[in-house]
């Protein structure tokens, strides 16, 4: 299983956190993110992290890609929604891609929270079998 990891500037803090709390879960899954949250989570946990181009050079385009060739099992994408982005665009595009490939997603950290405690207790392991 592969999970996605993306945060906006003002959530990148947020994002490092809620993987130092869940690092023991998501270490038993390969994880990629944009460029800056790889580095900052990989550093702050010693999570080995797939990283991709920066958000805003196509980092999320990188991932939005691998959802849509069904190789992206979860996506944790803490957004901000106080301050729009250039390529906000992109964002939605990256959802709308989850919803038609039924990738489970997370906006926010309440969500995401939800989504670890159900791949821990295996409530996710259908996406095995899509596959």
């Not at 800056?36 to 181009?53: C, D, N, P, R, Y």
């Not at 958000?55 to 106080?82: V, Y």
């Not at 989850?98 to 489970?104: E, K, L, R, V």
Request: charge should be negative.
């Amino acid at each position: 299983m592969k999970i996605a990891l993306i945060s906006h500037d003002e959530k990148k803090e947020l994002m490092v956190q809620f993987c130092i709390a869940y690092c023991g879960i998501l270490s038993r899954y390969s994880l990629c993110a944009t460029g800056t949250t790889g580095k900052m989570v990989s550093e702050a946990t010693g999570l080995e992290i797939q990283k991709f181009l920066g958000g805003s050079q196509g980092g999320d385009q990188q991932i939005a890609a691998r959802i849509a060739c069904n190789e992206i099992d979860m996506l944790l994408f803490f957004r901000d929604p106080l301050n729009p982005k250039p390529h906000e665009p992109n964002d939605m595009n990256l959802l709308r891609l989850c919803d038609m490939h039924n990738i489970p997603f997370a906006t926010n950290i309440a969500t995401a929270e939800m989504l670890i405690h159900g791949l821990e207790r295996g409530d996710l392991d259908w996406r095995n079998i899509v596959k």
